[in-house]
């Protein structure tokens, strides 16, 4: 294809609100590239999106591609502000390498799958796989527009992390860039790197996740246990299990199919921390009740992993995927209200087990996203729409209340429970129930009860007791009066 069918396209947003506007329209790629630096360093708040136009010559047509979307978003008001060079809020700054070596490190691996994952997910491979075999350093290569745009965005993430130029930062990466595909295709006769070599081309013969990960854990059965050899075989084989575990391996293939994505996570966490919660299981009859028991590859996996202290990386990533899923968008247990909150108490009681593997901070940072999903209007009205009355969806909603996480979540069940114990139909429900007035004036001290204990804001606190009250009064003159 000559140069004349491909086009670049820049559009610009000058702010916020602003509609997308061409910019540029040119044949030079390093001038549209370079036209994008130049909107983002001279206008604050403007954001670029830069395409690519590769015209059909049979159809006439052109297809477009997004080479890159960057700019400033507004965020949200914050009590801290970030300080002056930290990464941009959601984007972890890529790790600084200077040598192909250094690109083999967890952290790079990690950020590699991250700006290339649209590629690693087509072709069904791992970072580790990518830095081992030649033939697949040679298909990214022939991919230039994915690369570019990879390379691009790291770079816009390494000179926002430390207050670097965008270009000369961007010609570094693509210097590592090549020189890394030149390590790979002549094949390096480092130790390591030869027995990576060989796990890769193992791993290459199944695109099935679950077959790669049986093949790991046989060459870790059969990895030797002591000296050198053993320090080099666990180093290069935990590579690929940690990329697998921590986002690469498609879980549905991993675990099974059927299995809902809440039970997924249940499992997940077994396998990442199996002897401290098989302990708790055994003396919380309702937890291990809960949490499905580890079969199959899983139950593999776990006695691998906690077999081998030298495995801890692995466990981790694990955990920190259990977190990703568990702050994401996704529900757990569709088509399961109930089930999605026992299921989500289960998780919160695994997660916050004495362990190192995932920080406190960040297990409390998930459940409060996840919580701040199940207070939603959707979720919270299908799980009422299960009840069998309002009597029962008040006792509900303290349920939900005792188990959520997150100060936003908890006040979101507060103003809910409001509206419903000043709704009509609760206090018709209270008023008119064909139960004795003794035990309708006792439900709703039990009531009350439970909101005391709860943590609930001392306002929402106070008035749903005064509703309360005033229903209770109501009830009694009802009495009075048929007694009249």
Same mark, same amino acid.
């Given at each position: 294809?000559?140069?004349?069918?491909?086009?670049?396209?820049?559009?610009?947003?000058?702010?916020?609100?602003?509609?997308?506007?061409?910019?540029?329209?040119?044949?030079?790629?390093?001038?549209?590239?370079?036209?994008?630096?130049?909107?983002?360093?001279?206008?604050?708040?403007?954001?670029?999106?830069?395409?690519?136009?590769?015209?059909?010559?049979?159809?006439?047509?052109?297809?477009?591609?997004?080479?890159?979307?960057?700019?400033?978003?507004?965020?949200?008001?914050?009590?801290?502000?970030?300080?002056?060079?930290?990464?941009?809020?959601?984007?972890?700054?890529?790790?600084?390498?200077?040598?192909?070596?250094?690109?083999?490190?967890?952290?790079?691996?990690?950020?590699?799958?991250?700006?290339?994952?649209?590629?690693?997910?087509?072709?069904?491979?791992?970072?580790?796989?990518?830095?081992?075999?030649?033939?697949?350093?040679?298909?990214?290569?022939?991919?230039?527009?994915?690369?570019?745009?990879?390379?691009?965005?790291?770079?816009?993430?390494?000179?926002?992390?430390?207050?670097?130029?965008?270009?000369?930062?961007?010609?570094?990466?693509?210097?590592?860039?090549?020189?890394?595909?030149?390590?790979?295709?002549?094949?390096?006769?480092?130790?390591?790197?030869?027995?990576?070599?060989?796990?890769?081309?193992?791993?290459?013969?199944?695109?099935?996740?679950?077959?790669?990960?049986? %093949?790991?854990?046989?060459?870790?059965?059969?990895?030797?246990?002591?000296?050198?050899?053993?320090?080099?075989?666990?180093?290069?084989?935990?590579?690929?299990?940690?990329?697998?575990?921590?986002?690469?391996?498609?879980?549905?293939?991993?675990?099974?199919?059927?299995?809902?994505?809440?039970?997924?996570?249940?499992?997940?966490?077994?396998?990442?921390?199996?002897?401290?919660?098989?302990?708790?299981?055994?003396?919380?009859?309702?937890?291990?009740?809960?949490?499905?028991?580890?079969?199959?590859?899983?139950?593999?996996?776990?006695?691998?992993?906690?077999?081998?202290?030298?495995?801890?990386?692995?466990?981790?990533?694990?955990?920190?995927?259990?977190?990703?899923?568990?702050?994401?968008?996704?529900?757990?247990?569709?088509?399961?209200? %109930?089930?999605?909150?026992?299921?989500?108490?289960?998780?919160?009681?695994?997660?916050?087990?004495?362990?190192?593997?995932?920080?406190?901070?960040?297990?409390?940072?998930?459940?409060?996203?996840?919580?701040?999903?199940?207070?939603?209007?959707?979720?919270?009205?299908?799980?009422?729409?299960?009840?069998?009355?309002?009597?029962?969806?008040?006792?509900?909603?303290?349920?939900?209340?005792?188990?959520?996480?997150?100060?936003?979540?908890?006040?979101?069940?507060?103003?809910?429970?409001?509206?419903?114990?000043?709704?009509?139909?609760?206090?018709?429900?209270?008023?008119?129930?064909?139960?004795?007035?003794? %035990?309708?004036?006792?439900?709703?001290?039990?009531?009350?009860?439970?909101?005391?204990?709860?943590?609930?804001?001392?306002?929402?606190?106070?008035?749903?007791?005064?509703?309360?009250?005033?229903?209770?009064?109501?009830?009694?003159?009802?009495?009075?009066?048929?007694?009249?």
């Amino acid at each position: 294809m000559d140069r004349a069918q491909v086009h670049f396209e820049l559009f610009v947003r000058r702010h916020r609100r602003a509609p997308w506007v061409l910019a540029l329209a040119t044949e030079d790629r390093q001038a549209a590239f370079e036209a994008a630096d130049d909107v983002l360093a001279r206008e604050a708040g403007a954001a670029v999106r830069l395409c690519k136009e590769t015209r059909d010559a049979r159809t006439g047509d052109f297809r477009p591609l997004t080479l890159l979307e960057r700019g400033v978003r507004p965020e949200p008001r914050r009590w801290r502000g970030r300080q002056p060079g930290s990464p941009r809020p959601g984007l972890a700054a890529s790790p600084a390498c200077a040598r192909p070596q250094d690109l083999y490190a967890g952290p790079a691996r990690e950020a590699i799958g991250g700006f290339l994952s649209g590629w690693f997910a087509r072709n069904r491979v791992t970072p580790f796989e990518l830095l081992h075999r030649a033939d697949l350093a040679e298909r990214l290569e022939a991919c230039e527009a994915e690369l570019s745009a990879a390379l691009y965005n790291a770079a816009l993430d390494q000179a926002a992390a430390r207050g670097a130029p965008l270009e000369p930062t961007r010609r570094a990466l693509d210097t590592l860039a090549r020189r890394t595909i030149e390590r790979i295709v002549a094949d390096d006769p480092e130790v390591g790197f030869r027995l990576g070599v060989a796990v890769a081309a193992r791993l290459g013969r199944h695109p099935n996740w679950k077959d790669k990960l049986e %093949v790991l854990l046989d060459l870790i059965d059969a990895a030797p246990e002591e000296g050198q050899p053993a320090a080099v075989a666990r180093r290069v084989l935990q590579q690929p299990l940690t990329d697998i575990l921590l986002v690469h391996g498609e879980l549905d293939e991993i675990l099974g199919p059927g299995l809902a994505l809440g039970d997924q996570l249940l499992i997940l966490a077994q396998i990442a921390s199996a002897p401290a919660i098989a302990a708790v299981a055994a003396d919380e009859a309702a937890l291990g009740r809960a949490v499905p028991r580890l079969r199959g590859i899983a139950a593999r996996l776990a006695l691998t992993l906690h077999g081998r202290a030298a495995f801890a990386r692995a466990r981790r990533a694990v955990g920190r995927r259990v977190l990703s899923i568990l702050a994401g968008e996704a529900r757990l247990w569709p088509d399961d209200p %109930v089930r999605e909150v026992e299921g989500v108490k289960a998780l919160a009681r695994l997660l916050t087990l004495p362990s190192r593997l995932v920080g406190q901070d960040e297990v409390a940072a998930a459940l409060a996203a996840r919580w701040r999903r199940l207070t939603g209007p959707g979720f919270v009205e299908a799980r009422l729409g299960l009840c069998r009355g309002a009597l029962e969806e008040a006792d509900v909603l303290l349920d939900l209340v005792e188990a959520a996480v997150g100060r936003a979540s908890v006040e979101a069940l507060g103003r809910r429970l409001l509206a419903l114990l000043a709704d009509r139909g609760f206090e018709q429900e209270a008023r008119f129930s064909p139960d004795p007035l003794a %035990v309708g004036l006792g439900r709703l001290a039990g009531l009350a009860a439970r909101i005391r204990g709860v943590a609930l804001r001392t306002e929402t606190r106070l008035e749903a007791e005064r509703r309360l009250r005033r229903l209770a009064v109501r009830m009694k003159a009802d009495a009075a009066t048929l007694c009249a």
